[in-house]
């Protein structure tokens, strides 16, 4: 082999080893400037709250700011499509949700496909929901109620934070279970409903622990069970649906997304890191605090959860044919 044709040779070697080398190099300093966090919903809001948790964290442990960017619009749809549209080197990141599981089904071609041009990097939380009544529904559980519906179709008023939010997920979830004719009536987010479940316009409310526990607790609303599949710390009195509707559950959950082809090195730093911070008990605290339960991972487990989540939740769409406002 004349000199010529080994050095060329070298040279392309050398080439091919360079993408891969700078991209390892480039996770092993990673980040080397801020990182945007985008969230689809307002700022103050229980999704924003947890994440403003977490990029602290975040700050704190990597040594650089994790920025916060609030994009609400479209039940998160904007903020998943910018991540989706950013460069994948790990410093334009997704708060994601519930939301962006099912929202495929819920808009039919939203122009991007979250399942596949989104990485799961780390979970975080799980959402935990409870059945609630206005305190004049003549039940004291849920086979009360069911009983009560039963026998009043069409006439117990049943509120929603509208289509595609988890409180109005909840709700059609045991409709199609329970097999119960509930009028569903949606309302701009939990707090704007609430009021009018208290007071008696509304019966029945499927609402997120979280904005609900503070009536529960001063008996202006009666919780009949939660959503999750177990009894949670903050109501250990209160049952969990499934235990009168078999198979029943419902929960949302929190975590954190890139746009394909990020290097799976910088995902691996994330999902550590985002593992440690709720595993430190002053975190973890605070997440109970908000009503939420710590749900951790790796991303191929995150990964899987979405999958099951975005099935189970997509033939409930279709079936009761639900759509946006």
Not at 67 to 81: D, H, K, M, Q
Not at 180 to 196: E, F, H, I, K, M
Not at 279 to 284: F, I, L, M, N
């Amino acid at each position: 082999m004349n000199l010529a044709r080994r050095k060329f040779l070298h040279l392309a070697a050398g080439t091919a080893v360079a993408p891969a080398f700078s991209r390892l190099a480039s996770a092993l300093d990673y980040p080397t400037r801020p990182v945007h966090m985008v969230v689809g919903f307002a700022a103050g809001g229980p999704l924003d709250t947890s994440a403003r948790l977490i990029a602290q964290g975040l700050s704190e442990r990597l040594g650089r700011q994790f920025i916060i960017e609030n994009r609400p619009g479209a039940s998160s749809n904007l903020a998943a499509e910018q991540v989706v549209r950013a460069r994948p080197d790990g410093y334009t990141l997704l708060i994601c949700s519930a939301a962006n599981a099912w929202n495929g089904a819920l808009y039919g071609d939203l122009g991007f496909d979250f399942s596949h041009e989104v990485v799961p990097v780390a979970s975080y939380a799980q959402v935990p929901g409870v059945m609630e009544v206005n305190p004049t529904v003549p039940a004291r559980s849920v086979s009360d109620f069911i009983t009560y519906a039963k026998a009043n179709p069409g006439k117990i008023n049943m509120a929603s934070a509208g289509p595609g939010s988890l409180v109005g997920m909840f709700g059609e979830l045991f409709k199609a279970m329970a097999g119960v004719d509930l009028v569903t009536v949606n309302y701009r987010g939990s707090a704007p409903a609430l009021p009018d479940l208290i007071t008696g316009r509304m019966q029945v409310m499927f609402d997120v622990v979280s904005s609900s526990i503070g009536h529960i607790r001063a008996g202006k609303v009666r919780a009949l069970a939660v959503t999750t599949a177990t009894r949670l710390d903050v109501l250990p009195d209160v049952p969990p649906i499934g235990d009168f509707v078999s198979g029943y559950e419902a929960i949302g959950w929190n975590g954190i997304g890139a746009p394909t082809n990020t290097p799976p090195e910088i995902v691996e730093i994330l999902n550590r890191e985002v593992n440690a911070i709720v595993a430190e008990p002053k975190v973890k605290a605070r997440l109970t605090e908000l009503g939420y339960t710590v749900f951790t991972g790796s991303p191929i487990e995150f990964g899987t959860f979405i999958n099951g989540y975005t099935e189970k939740w997509g033939k409930l769409i279709r079936a009761a044919n639900l759509k946006p406002e």
